[in-house]
């Protein structure tokens, strides 16, 4: 097989819920464990971090990832949903997974997907797990795909867990309250297993107590020992004064990502890399300070607040539900732009209503629809847009609009492209 074929095979074989939604979504972890079982359990090789929540799971797993290569560790990385090319969701020190490996592996385990008939994601797990066992990696930073309970990921018996903040995304699949939502993020929690919960939210904190004390989990609360100043920032990096339980820690920290909602992830992070020291790993105040400054560079991270142009200034971003949207709309607001232009479409499985109550009437908008059946029809999309009193115009593509905000955007004017991971993954130069 060739790689293309490898990929239209598993984009057509298999229930991919990146592109079909909720159907593709398994709630049972029986199709992992026996394809793990098939494969003689790679994950138990190594040692793991495994990362959940609402928000900030993506940012938190590359910030980790980056510290822990720069502390001299082989480290894998699994995250989802991938932007541009499918290997972006597997990574060693920084390097996507070879097509080659990619291929034989679905070669050689094609029966085996046709007995299981797993998901799409239970097999890209399987394939991660597999791949950082024959690369022997020391550790793993496992991100969490979709909940906590139920996703394919929720095998593994980590060194150490974070969970960043909680909000309302996938309601149908999670519950409809943010206990509920916690409930289900919390069920990574492991027996014994130390857990650091980023942000505290007191309407949720009774959640993650209980769990850790039915299972013996030490329990941290990042904000409770680690507090952040920010003390400058451009489009290129952020400088903050780090402190822990009270004293300065970590002065003029810098950091590569520029989302304003990093200050979040934050405390979660080093957190998570204190507990990590506690448990016999060795990094330094420089490792730490590296791997924050380069983990664009170390990760290859793309699409979180990413400049992509400056004259008219373009920024693309993931964010996707309400508190994504609101940290970018107050970022944007930051810039004290002239115009903003922007481009949004939506997915067919989200509460939009909401999201589009919540952003400017002044905006020029400019509606697409991205090329996945999942994608919220672009005539639909404006419909609601309309009934908000949002002003904009539709587009057939994602491109098509790119374009059309780039030749009515005057230089000192903004363009921002979202509103959905899959309408950041059609930007072209990406």
């Not at 941290?220 to 489009?235: G, P, R």
Request: with cysteine; net charge negative.
């Amino acid at each position: 097989m060739t790689y293309q074929e490898v990929l239209d095979y598993l984009y057509q074989q298999l229930p991919m819920f990146q592109r079909i939604g909720n159907a593709a979504f398994k709630k049972s972890l029986d199709n992992i464990i026996t394809l793990c079982d098939a494969v003689r359990n790679p994950q138990n090789n190594y040692k793991t971090v495994h990362v959940g929540g609402t928000n900030g799971k993506g940012s938190s797993s590359h910030m980790l990832a980056a510290i822990l290569q720069e502390a001299g560790y082989k480290t894998g990385l699994y995250t989802s949903p991938h932007l541009k090319s499918f290997t972006e969701r597997v990574r060693v020190n920084g390097v996507e997974l070879p097509q080659d490996y990619l291929i034989s592996f679905v070669e050689k385990y094609k029966p085996l997907f046709e007995e299981v008939q797993p998901s799409f994601f239970e097999m890209t797990v399987v394939l991660a797990f597999q791949y950082f066992a024959d690369e022997q990696v020391d550790v793993a930073v496992i991100e969490v795909g979709l909940g906590g309970r139920l996703d394919s990921t929720n095998i593994i018996t980590p060194e150490a867990s974070l969970i960043t903040n909680i909000g309302f995304d996938h309601q149908a699949l999670l519950g409809d309250t943010l206990q509920e939502i916690a409930g289900e993020k919390a069920g990574i929690i492991k027996p014994n297993v130390p857990v650091t919960i980023s942000l505290k939210q007191p309407e949720i904190e009774e959640v993650f107590n209980d769990k850790t004390t039915s299972v013996n989990a030490p329990l941290y609360f990042a904000t409770d020992n680690y507090s952040v100043e920010l003390k400058s920032h451009t489009l290129e990096q952020q400088v903050f004064d780090i402190y822990r339980n009270g004293k300065l820690y970590l002065p003029e920290l810098q950091l590569d990502l520029t989302g304003i909602y990093q200050r979040y992830n934050l405390p979660g992070v080093l957190q998570t890399i204190a507990i990590l020291s506690e448990r016999g790993f060795t990094i330094s105040e420089d490792a730490i300070r590296n791997g924050l400054a380069n983990t664009k560079q170390l990760t290859g991270l793309k699409g979180r607040w990413q400049v992509l142009s400056y004259k008219p200034l373009t920024i693309c971003d993931t964010g996707h539900n309400v508190d994504g949207i609101n940290q970018i709309l107050a970022q944007l607001h930051s810039l004290q732009p002239k115009q903003v232009h922007f481009v949004f479409g939506a997915v067919n499985d989200k509460d939009i209503t909401t999201i589009l109550e919540m952003l400017p009437k002044n905006y020029s908008y400019y509606f697409c629809q991205a090329s996945i059946p999942r994608a919220l029809p672009v005539g639909e999309l404006k419909q609601k847009a309309d009934k908000v009193g949002l002003k904009g115009t539709s587009y057939t593509s994602v491109v098509e609009a790119i374009k059309a905000a780039r030749q009515n955007a005057a230089p000192d004017e903004v363009i921002f492209i979202g509103g959905s991971t899959f309408v950041v993954a059609e930007i072209e130069e990406l």
